[in-house]
């Protein structure tokens, strides 16, 4: 096992046979991110975005958190919809796809899974190349998503990035598309899964980051003060403050019941603000360290006002470059995983049928 071939006995991913037959022609990619509640697929054209299309699971939100075991069920019920929405509204047929993208990980196995064996199934009947993808590089690769008729300017090389989801906190040096460096990163909890489930504490719904960034817009974020960590380094820990927080609540709902209710504004201000001065000052740390001062921001956590407005605030004091990502991008998303294989099919970067998913890594 390893390779894998046409009808005709050529072994797909032998670069003097792809170059010479597809150098003249247009280069379309289907990406597939299925890694942990969205199944996406978009289409790309010579790098440009033609399609991107996904479906959110709803079947979560009563659970307060992601059941892998649903996730994986729901995956098997999108993906040939998804995929078909997405090839159909780029206005091409399967047969022009030059190379299939898929997410292989980091992720839930049982969503992975799906993704993983839907591309190289359809990568083998249409006889075209198969390109693996880190999910965390995709996100760090959104920056270089472009659009029809849209003016966008990547960070050049070498530039930083603040990478911040519900699985991850780090700050990354990258270097070129595949070449990133860990600079620093969180010992224990990622921030998006410290918001989550203090915005569980509150009693508010799922995912928390969403609703903890909308009511922070009318609260004081100096109304209370929560523990920040010590940590040497770049590296990060949130789970101080997720005890912190716990406690807090604790305290101030034994003497007064609907503490919570009639603060919320207050509370969630106060714990977005500490997050965010966290992320940030290491994120400061790292520009200093590096004197790299085209800085990124990707992932979920990008999405939140606050970190933007922070970032804003920060270029203006310390005289970065700032790159904040399109607020389709922030979340998981196809496109980010079709614009990581554009680059590995310039460079002829095939993945093997016999490769396997992978639940944890780093970049
Ligand atoms: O990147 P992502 O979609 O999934 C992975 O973890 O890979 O990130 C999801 C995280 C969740 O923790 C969610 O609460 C958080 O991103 N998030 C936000 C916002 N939108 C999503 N956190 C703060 N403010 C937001 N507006």
């Known amino acids: ?64 958190g992601v059941v892998p075991e649903l996730a994986s069920r729901a995956h098997q019920q999108n993906v040939v919809p998804v995929v078909d929405q997405a090839i159909k509204r780029a206005g091409i047929s399967s047969q022009q796809l030059s190379a299939i993208a898929f997410t292989r990980g980091p992720g839930l196995m049982g969503s992975l899974l799906v993704g993983v064996s839907f591309a190289k199934g359809l990568a083998l009947s249409l006889g075209i190349p198969l390109i693996d993808v880190n999910h965390l590089q995709g996100h760090v690769m959104a920056h270089f998503i ?54 569980k504490v509150m009693g508010l719904g ?33 789970s101080g403050l997720k005890t912190s927080f716990l406690y807090s609540m604790q305290k101030w709902t034994a003497n007064e019941p609907d503490f919570i209710e009639k603060h919320k504004e207050d509370i969630a201000a106060s714990l977005e603000w500490t997050i965010v001065d966290i992320l940030m000052k290491k994120l400061n740390k790292a520009v200093v360290q590096t004197k790299i001062k085209h800085v990124a921001v990707a992932g979920g956590v990008s999405a939140n006002n606050g970190l933007r407005n922070a970032f804003h605030e920060y270029a203006e004091k310390y005289g970065w470059t700032i790159y904040i990502p399109k607020f389709s991008y922030t979340t998981d998303n196809a496109a980010m995983i079709g614009i990581v294989g554009y680059y590995k099919y310039l460079d002829h970067e095939w993945c093997d049928i016999d490769k396997a998913a992978f639940a944890k890594t780093v970049i």
């Open 1 to 64: 096992m390893g390779a894998y071939f046409r009808n005709d006995g050529t072994r797909i991913g032998n670069p003097v046979t792809l170059k010479e037959d597809t150098l003249k022609e247009d280069i379309y990619i289907l990406g597939i991110e299925s890694s942990c509640d969205d199944t996406s697929a978009a289409v790309l054209r010579n790098g440009e975005l033609l399609s991107n299309v996904t479906a959110s699971q709803q079947v979560h939100f009563d659970y307060g």
């Open 146 to 199: 472009r659009e029809p008729e849209m003016e966008s300017t990547p960070p050049p090389y070498p530039f930083l990035c603040l990478l911040v989801s519900g699985g991850n906190s780090q700050i990354v040096k990258v270097n070129a598309y595949n070449d990133m460096e860990i600079l620093g990163q969180t010992i224990d909890d990622a921030a998006g899964e410290a918001i989550d489930k203090c915005s």
């Open 206 to 238: 799922y995912p928390g980051g969403p609703i903890i960034d909308r009511l922070a817009r009318k609260g004081n974020p100096h109304a209370y003060k929560f523990a920040e960590p010590h940590i040497a380094g770049l590296d990060y820990s949130f």
